[in-house]
């Protein structure tokens, strides 16, 4: 409910503003509802919001299990890490842009640079989150399923998969808001359709009533994918935890 | 020169430890073990008993196979499955008393009916439960029936009973002596309270302290389950000078 009461304040807030100030480069919530609504029904916005949708998740998807698999490894093995580990901080290091510059000129101005430069991008992130996640796996844990005979599918089930699970969510929650950012200046700079196609051509024709409600159309769509399937997957995680008291 | 080889069926236990040492933090070796050799017949129950400290789990760990760093050889029976109940019952918290030992189970088995178990246990009510919601006592239940579910060949017990209280451990005990009777398992058990190995085993090992060795083995003569109260108690002291003797008698190191 506090929410809902803190959104609310915002929007008034917003409201009162555009009011006063009555220009053309801060429209009101009003104007930035019937923009989006027409946008909806001539089609527009939803075609862009599908494309941009699409490349979110293929990179995301993508670094999750390149960051995954390379975080398990790095956190079990030293030797691993230990190769690893400077390439890691350079991809750290590495602006975006640069990366998303790299592929352009690399790969091509194409769908297949767009969705391997976010991922890149995302990637480093995950492997420190899941290299952390491994190297606190339970040590007595693996003793006993080595004394129990465990095969590597119970292990990887019953073992490593529920003491992973927190770092999995913190690494898809962080993962899903960086990627939408990323995937925006991707199609800003090289894509003829999505989100950031529209805004930059909307930055170009100082047009703040598109730039607005596409922001905000894409930022609620984001919201939902987060608290109905991201919240979700946590909580059934976490059954077997005990509520702190 | 290490080896952990499998024997036929109805093998004894064998242990022999030349050497264990690990290097310690500041960097210095510690030895751990040093020349300790064990035989336990099958089907029987021993028991090694030591001052804590003595290396004792060291010696668990080097049987179950979780430690191939020492020097020495290790054979164990039968088709060599492993029962082991450690120190602190090592239960997945994500997963129930009853997925938690079914886990355990070979794929094969993993259906099999456990209701005899579990009551004797007395899990029965508990099944359904995680094992962040058990009191220690049950928690340490559920990890002997994990054991025991499995059908082992060969079982190792670390301090399964330590932390409970009295009455609690008394009664696992009874329920542990039950079981060990009916599967006639070969069982080490490793503690540091005498009464409760002299309740519980056939054979009992004492232990020096660091580098650990056999200061002296004793066969108890009066069968297990027969032992009164007071056989215990008499049996105890008589091993609390036995030892006395045996350390006096190899003199200062």
Redesign the interface.
């Given at each position: 409910m506090t929410k809902v009461y803190s959104l609310a304040v915002l929007i008034v807030a917003w409201a009162v503003t555009a009011a006063l100030v009555q220009s053309r480069l801060l429209p009101g919530p009003l104007t930035i509802g019937t923009t989006i609504i027409a946008d909806i029904r001539s089609g527009e916005l939803p075609f862009h919001m599908a494309c941009t949708l699409g490349r979110v998740i293929g990179s995301f998807a993508i670094a999750m299990l390149l960051g995954i698999a390379a975080g398990y490894a790095m956190g079990r093995s030293k030797t691993a890490d230990r190769y690893a580990d400077p390439w890691l901080i350079v991809l750290i290091n590495m602006p975006a842009l640069v990366t998303i510059i790299f592929a352009y000129v690399w790969i091509g101005l194409n769908e297949t640079a767009a969705i391997l430069a976010v991922a890149v991008n995302k990637l480093p992130n995950v492997i420190v989150v899941m290299r952390e996640g491994t190297r606190a796996l339970d040590p007595d844990i693996d003793d006993m399923a080595k004394v129990f005979q465990f095969t590597a599918f119970k292990r990887i089930r019953h073992i490593v998969m529920p003491q992973l699970a927190p770092y999995l969510a913190a690494s898809s929650r962080s993962g899903l808001s960086i990627v939408w950012k990323i995937v925006l200046v991707v199609e800003l700079i090289g894509r003829p359709n999505g989100v950031g196609f529209v805004l930059g051509s909307a930055f170009s024709l100082f047009d703040m009533a598109s730039i607005l409600s596409y922001a905000i159309c894409f930022i609620v769509l984001m919201l939902v994918i987060e608290s109905l399937l991201v919240q979700p997957l946590e909580r059934r995680a976490n059954r077997w935890r005990r509520r702190p008291a | 020169m290490k080896d952990a080889r499998t024997a036929g069926d109805a093998a004894p236990l064998e242990l022999r430890i030349d050497a264990k040492s690990y290097v310690s933090a500041d960097g210095k070796r510690v030895e751990v073990v040093r020349g300790l050799e064990l035989r336990l017949e099958a089907g029987s129950f021993g028991a090694l008993i030591g001052p804590s400290g003595c290396g004792k789990t060291t010696i668990l760990?080097i049987a179950?196979?979780?430690d191939a760093d020492f020097r020495g050889q290790i054979l164990t029976p039968g088709a060599g499955?492993?029962?082991?109940v450690?120190q602190?019952p090592?239960l997945?918290?994500?997963?129930t008393v009853e997925d938690n030992v079914r886990?355990?189970l070979?794929?094969d088995r993993s259906g099999v009916d456990l209701a005899d178990l579990f009551d004797t246990l007395g899990l029965g009510s508990h099944l359904a439960q995680?094992p962040?919601?058990l009191s220690l006592g049950l928690a340490r239940r559920a990890a002997i029936a994990?054991a025991f579910a499995?059908q082992p060949d060969f079982l190792l017990l670390d301090e399964p009973f330590v932390s409970l209280d009295e009455a609690v451990a008394a009664r696992l005990r009874d329920e542990l002596m039950a079981l060990t009777t009916r599967t006639k398992v070969t069982t080490l058990l490793v503690t540091h309270h005498l009464e409760e190995a002299v309740q519980l085993a056939d054979r009992l090992f004492f232990l020096s302290d660091r580098p650990t060795h056999v200061i002296f083995e004793k066969a108890l003569s009066l069968p297990r389950g027969t032992r009164s109260k007071e056989d215990i108690a008499s049996i105890s002291e008589e091993m609390r000078s036995l030892v006395a003797q045996a350390v006096t008698g190899a003199g200062p190191r």
């Open positions: - | 760990r179950a196979g979780l499955r492993l029962g082991m450690f602190e090592r997945l918290p994500w997963r886990l355990a070979p794929v995680y962040g919601e994990r499995i």
